[in-house]
Each structure stands twice: as structure tokens, then as C-alpha cells.
């Protein structure tokens, strides 16, 4: 009896080498589970990573082309041309320069096919340096700190509501407006009457019943020539217009020009004395920006186009028509855990296999390209 209860025990229940066949097979499917679910985390957040940065460059070609498309547009003056505006200002900065309406810079080693080092580690350096370059005369690159190996464009135009000129005084030198709720104390102002223009800057800005006394004084920085004379004509049947002016300057920096944050797309408008303003932080994760400028030779239509040239080829900036955006993105909280991905920007492919090695912080990146056409320009007006 005592030997049967023994020989059914043994038959129901495992053996030793059993028990282990069991626990390896379930360690197995633990780890198989496991790698699932890192897997799964991991494809999510490089999911997530890709979504911000296709965000990021969506807003950051977004800032960029709403400049463009309206660079160098005055109003009813139109387009510059070979006309001239006469300057009231006394001395302004020597990067004050709105009748290019638009500047480019090139950055040295980043023409189209050229490859681009990672800006990991790479510190922002003054803009008075040989690194930027453009072919005009007469343009003046404001002194900052940027990343080197990413070009600098700066928009000039005039927005905001169209203020009426219903009178020029001589004695002081002053303009009556009507409906100027857009300019302030110290903004930079054209003043056309579409055949004849003139920058101003608003040194006082006083209101009456009626209307609005915008004086052209020295009372301000930099101010108006003393003693200038005006050379606008307007009156309450024949009003001329007013309206302000603004310069965009866009770059690529890092914050607090620290060599190890992340690269960042920043802008500086127009300032009160006329030079570029303080910094503002756009879009981080921009790691580099290119520009290129397609250029239309004669007075024809834009089929006459026939070159895309950077900044520092560019002889005549009145001769282009619009201008390419490449942009290089890369995730700023996300990493990878393999060898970095295969990407291609400014014409050059990056990947183990190619001619331009990966870097190796093992980032995403991705490049992004736009085209914007200027106002009036693409139509050869």
C-alpha cells in the first residue's frame, strides 16, 4: 500500500529537469515580452521625436517665408527699383539699410553639396569674422554672436495699417495723420505719396481730436537731421501714406551661446535706435539653415530665370525672384540607442555607407526644403 501511494505521488507531480525546461522556457517568453515592450517604447519615442521636429521646422519655415514673401514691399511706392528714398534720419546705424529689402549672408564651406558638421559642442562666434560673406556692395552684417556653417538672411518691408497724410509741415518738421493706431513713439516710418518716399523716424508722437502729430525732430536716437526738409506732398484731397517700418533678422544660435545646449532658430527684429534688437529664441533643434537665391537676369518674366547662386554670388539682390530654405532638424531630447540614421541635407547623403559619415551623438536628423517667391518679383513686375 505504502509503495503504491509513493509510485501515484511521483506521477503526479515534476521532475527536477522539468522544472527547469519550464522556468527556461518562461524566462524566454519574459524576455521576449520585455524586448516587445522596449521595442514599442522606443519606436514610440522616435515617433515622437520625428513629430516634433517636422513640427519644429514646419514653424520655423513658416517665420521665415511670411518675411520673405513680403521682403522689400513699401507700400504704393512698390518695389525700389533705380528709384531713391530720401533719408531724414541723422547718422542711423550702418546695418540701417532698407533699400536692399532683403540680405543675405553666406557661411563659409556651406555651398550647395557641401557637407556640414554636426553642431554638437560647436559654440557661436561673432558675425564679424571672415565666416560670413555676401558679393554686393554696401552690405552691412550687424554684429552678434551665431553658429557657424549656417547662413543669415535679413527681411526688410513695411507693415501694420496704412496711416492717411493729410498735411507735411516744414516749420517744425512735422506730418498730420489720420487713423495711425500701428505707429509709436520711435518706429522708423516711410513716407510716400507714391512718387516721392522719405524714412523718418516718429520722435514724438502727439495725439488731437482729429488726428495724429507725428514729428520728425532730433528729440530721439538716432533722430532727424536738424533743420530737414521734407520732400513728401500731401494734402486732404490727395493724402499720401504712412506706414512703419520693419527689418527681420534670422539666424542660428544657442541659447546663452552655450557650445553645449541645443541649436536654436532665433530672430531679431528691428530695434528703437535702428540696429537689430535683442534675441528671441524661435524653434529649438534648427541645427543649420542654407539659402539660396534664384536669380532672374533682365527685365522679362520669371522664366528668364536661369541660376540658383548663394549670398556670396549674388552681384545684384535686385535680381532674384525667390529664394530656397533648407533646413536641418535634430531631436533635442531623444537619442538613439543604435547607430544614428541615414539623412540627407544641402545635397549630400549621410549614412555609414556613404561618402559623409553619420555623426556619431547618435541624433535624429532630417532636412526640409521650401521656396518662397517675393511679392511682385515672381511675376517680373
Not at 556651406?110 to 558638421?117: E, G, H, L, R, V
Not at 533643434?285 to 527685365?299: A, D, H, M, P, T
Request: some cysteine; charged content about 20%.
Amino acid at each position: 500500500m505504502k509503495t503504491l501511494t509513493r509510485l501515484s505521488l511521483m506521477r503526479n507531480g515534476h521532475s527536477f529537469v522539468e522544472l527547469l525546461i519550464a522556468m527556461t522556457l518562461g524566462i524566454f517568453l519574459i524576455n521576449g515580452a520585455f524586448q516587445l515592450f522596449v521595442s514599442a517604447r522606443v519606436t514610440q519615442a522616435e515617433m515622437v521625436a520625428r513629430q516634433r521636429m517636422l513640427e519644429g521646422a514646419q514653424l520655423a519655415i513658416s517665420f521665415i517665408g511670411d518675411e520673405l514673401r513680403m521682403a522689400g514691399y513699401l507700400g504704393c511706392f512698390g518695389s525700389l527699383g533705380e528709384r531713391r528714398i530720401n533719408s531724414a534720419l541723422d547718422a542711423p546705424p550702418d546695418d540701417f539699410q532698407p533699400w536692399f529689402g532683403l540680405q543675405g549672408w553666406e557661411s563659409a564651406g556651406t555651398a550647395f553639396k557641401d557637407s556640414i558638421p554636426p553642431s554638437t559642442a560647436i559654440a557661436p562666434i561673432r558675425t564679424d569674422t571672415s565666416q560670413w560673406k555676401t558679393l554686393e556692395a554696401g552690405h552691412v552684417l550687424p554684429r552678434f554672436d551665431a553658429l557657424p556653417k549656417s547662413d543669415i538672411i535679413r527681411t526688410w518691408n513695411v507693415e501694420g495699417t496704412l496711416a492717411e497724410v493729410t498735411e507735411v509741415n516744414q516749420i517744425p518738421p512735422s506730418f498730420r495723420l489720420t487713423n495711425a493706431q500701428d505707429i509709436e513713439r520711435n518706429d522708423f516710418v516711410l513716407v510716400s505719396d507714391c512718387a516721392r518716399a522719405e524714412i523718418v523716424q516718429a520722435c514724438s508722437i502727439t495725439q488731437h481730436t482729429d488726428a495724429t502729430l507725428l514729428g520728425v525732430s532730433t528729440a530721439c536716437k538716432p533722430g532727424n537731421k536738424p533743420g530737414v526738409r521734407l520732400v513728401t506732398r500731401a494734402s486732404a484731397e490727395a493724402p499720401a501714406e504712412a506706414i512703419r517700418i520693419q527689418s527681420t533678422l534670422f539666424y542660428v544660435g544657442k541659447r546663452g551661446g552655450e557650445a553645449l545646449n541645443s541649436p536654436a532658430l532665433f530672430r531679431r527684429s528691428l530695434g528703437a535706435d535702428g540696429s537689430p534688437d535683442s534675441a528671441e529664441e524661435l524653434i529649438e533643434g534648427v541645427e543649420s539653415l542654407q539659402f539660396l537665391y534664384r536669380v532672374s537676369r533682365g527685365n522679362g518674366p520669371a522664366s528668364t530665370v536661369n541660376a540658383y547662386l548663394t549670398a556670396d554670388k549674388v552681384s545684384d539682390f535686385s535680381e532674384f525672384v525667390s529664394v530656397r530654405v533648407d533646413l536641418l532638424m535634430q531631436s533635442v531630447d531623444y537619442s538613439q540607442s543604435v547607430a544614428s540614421q541615414d539623412y540627407v541635407f544641402n545635397g549630400v547623403r549621410y549614412a555609414l555607407d556613404a561618402r559623409e559619415g553619420l555623426p556619431d551623438d547618435k541624433r535624429l536628423r532630417q532636412g526640409f526644403s521650401a521656396t518662397f517667391y517675393l511679392r511682385n518679383r515672381g511675376l517680373g513686375l
